[in-house]
């Protein structure tokens, strides 16, 4: 995995604009906003993953098309990561801040290492993509993204793919 340069300075001690991914269509939608928003401000772009294992098999990922192989689970993020950023600098080959933005890898649950992250990096911003799910599902599960809005001490905005209600 390609680790981004960040070249830029901020100001004070504010730390850029954080992005978690899942590589979902949503996060896609996120990262478009927090680059379009960071080259605006001229800010520097910061894009997290949080890699998260699977009770089944734990430190792997079952790799469909690959003989039924068990891959680490860094490793597969780490090829996913790249193509997923890949896209999207082809996607918005403009913005100077997702050409220099950061990439930055953990492992852990979701929600806790986000909220690591936010302390170490202190961000002036989180932007997250989020489904919007409702419903059961919602209440019993909770969603990611409402868990940060209740927790995150930076300012948190929360991006939905276009034409979700």
Same mark, same amino acid.
């Given at each position: 995995?390609?680790?981004?340069?960040?070249?830029?300075?901020?100001?004070?001690?504010?730390?850029?604009?954080?992005?978690?991914?899942?590589?979902?269509?949503?996060? !896609?939608?996120?990262?478009?906003?927090?680059?379009?928003?960071?080259?605006?401000?001229? !800010?520097?772009?910061?894009?997290?993953?949080?890699?998260?294992?699977?009770?089944?098999?734990?430190?792997?990922?079952?790799?469909?098309?690959?003989?039924?192989?068990?891959?680490?689970? !860094?490793?597969?993020?780490?090829?996913?990561?790249?193509?997923?950023?890949?896209?999207?600098?082809?996607?918005?080959?403009?913005?100077?801040?997702?050409? !220099?933005?950061?990439?930055?890898? &953990?492992?852990?649950?979701?929600?806790?290492?986000?909220?690591?992250?936010?302390?170490?990096?202190?961000?002036?911003?989180?932007?997250?993509?989020?489904?919007?799910?409702?419903?059961?599902?919602? &209440?019993?599960?909770?969603?990611?993204?409402?868990?940060?809005?209740?927790?995150?001490?930076?300012?948190?905005?929360?991006?939905?793919?276009?034409?979700?209600?």
């Amino acid at each position: 995995m390609n680790k981004a340069k960040s070249s830029k300075s901020t100001k004070s001690n504010v730390g850029g604009i954080l992005v978690p991914v899942d590589f979902s269509p949503t996060s !896609e939608e996120a990262v478009a906003f927090g680059a379009d928003l960071a080259d605006r401000l001229k !800010e520097r772009l910061m894009i997290l993953h949080v890699v998260h294992d699977p009770g089944e098999a734990p430190g792997y990922y079952r790799v469909e098309g690959r003989t039924e192989m068990l891959l680490r689970l !860094e490793d597969v993020a780490g090829e996913m990561f790249d193509a997923f950023l890949t896209n999207m600098k082809e996607r918005i080959p403009n913005s100077p801040a997702l050409k !220099e933005a950061d990439q930055l890898m &953990v492992r852990g649950l979701p929600v806790t290492r986000i909220l690591e992250v936010v302390g170490r990096v202190n961000p002036m911003m989180v932007v997250m993509g989020s489904a919007g799910r409702t419903g059961l599902s919602q &209440v019993l599960l909770g969603s990611k993204a409402e868990h940060l809005v209740r927790l995150c001490p930076a300012p948190l905005t929360i991006v939905k793919r276009k034409g979700q209600k």
